[in-house]
C-alpha cells in the first residue's frame, strides 16, 4: 500500500514539476517580449516574530495590443532597496492571458525555471522510483 501510494504522490509531483518548466518554455517560444517597469512597492509584514517582512514589487507593461497589464510579481525580497519604482524588468507574457501568464526577470536576464520547478520535478522521480522499490522488494516477501 505504502508503494502505490509513493508512487502516486511521485506521479503527481513528478508531472506538476514538469508541466511547469514546459509552461515556460512554451511561454519563451511564442510569447510576446517586452519591458515592464514597477510602479509600486508593497511591504508584506513578517509572519513571525524576528523575521523580516517581503517587498513585493507592483509592475506594468503594455501589451501589443495597447492594453496596460498590471500584475504584483512573484519575485519578494527582503530589501526594500532591491526592487524601486521606476526600475524596468523583462517579461515575457501570453497575448491571449496576460495578466495570467506570464514570467518576468531582472533588466537583462532571461526568464527561468524557478529553482522549485525542479525540486518538484526530482522529488517526484524520487517517489515515483521509491514506491516501485517498495512495491518490488514487498512482493519479494
Same mark, same amino acid.
Request: some cysteine.
Given at each position: 500500500?505504502? /508503494?502505490?501510494?509513493?508512487?502516486?504522490? &511521485?506521479? #503527481? *509531483?513528478?508531472?506538476?514539476? +514538469?508541466?511547469?518548466?514546459?509552461?515556460?518554455?512554451?511561454?519563451?517560444?511564442?510569447?510576446?517580449?517586452?519591458?515592464?517597469?514597477?510602479?509600486?512597492?508593497?511591504?508584506?509584514?513578517?509572519?513571525?516574530?524576528?523575521? $523580516? &517582512?517581503?517587498?513585493?514589487?507592483?509592475?506594468?507593461?503594455?501589451?501589443? %495590443?495597447?492594453?496596460?497589464?498590471? !500584475?504584483?510579481?512573484?519575485?519578494?525580497?527582503?530589501? &526594500?532597496?532591491?526592487? @524601486? !519604482? /521606476?526600475?524596468?524588468?523583462? !517579461?515575457?507574457?501570453?497575448?491571449?492571458?496576460?495578466?495570467? @501568464?506570464? +514570467?518576468? *526577470?531582472?533588466? &537583462? %536576464? %532571461?526568464?527561468?525555471?524557478?529553482?522549485?520547478? +525542479?525540486?518538484?520535478?526530482? =522529488?517526484? #522521480?524520487?517517489? /515515483?522510483?521509491?514506491?516501485?522499490?517498495? =512495491? @518490488?522488494? $514487498? @512482493?519479494? !516477501?
Amino acid at each position: 500500500m505504502l /508503494g502505490i501510494i509513493l508512487v502516486t504522490a &511521485g506521479c #503527481i *509531483a513528478g508531472l506538476f514539476g +514538469y508541466q511547469e518548466l514546459e509552461d515556460l518554455n512554451s511561454l519563451i517560444d511564442t510569447g510576446e517580449q517586452t519591458q515592464a517597469t514597477v510602479i509600486k512597492v508593497d511591504y508584506l509584514s513578517p509572519s513571525k516574530q524576528g523575521d $523580516s &517582512g517581503q517587498y513585493i514589487p507592483i509592475v506594468q507593461w503594455q501589451s501589443k %495590443q495597447g492594453k496596460n497589464i498590471e !500584475v504584483r510579481v512573484n519575485l519578494s525580497s527582503p530589501k &526594500g532597496a532591491t526592487y @524601486r !519604482v /521606476g526600475n524596468k524588468l523583462n !517579461v515575457i507574457y501570453d497575448p491571449d492571458k496576460p495578466n495570467d @501568464r506570464y +514570467y518576468v *526577470a531582472k533588466q &537583462g %536576464q %532571461q526568464p527561468k525555471p524557478r529553482i522549485t520547478d +525542479y525540486v518538484t520535478l526530482i =522529488i517526484g #522521480i524520487v517517489f /515515483g522510483l521509491g514506491g516501485l522499490l517498495f =512495491i @518490488r522488494e $514487498s @512482493r519479494k !516477501v
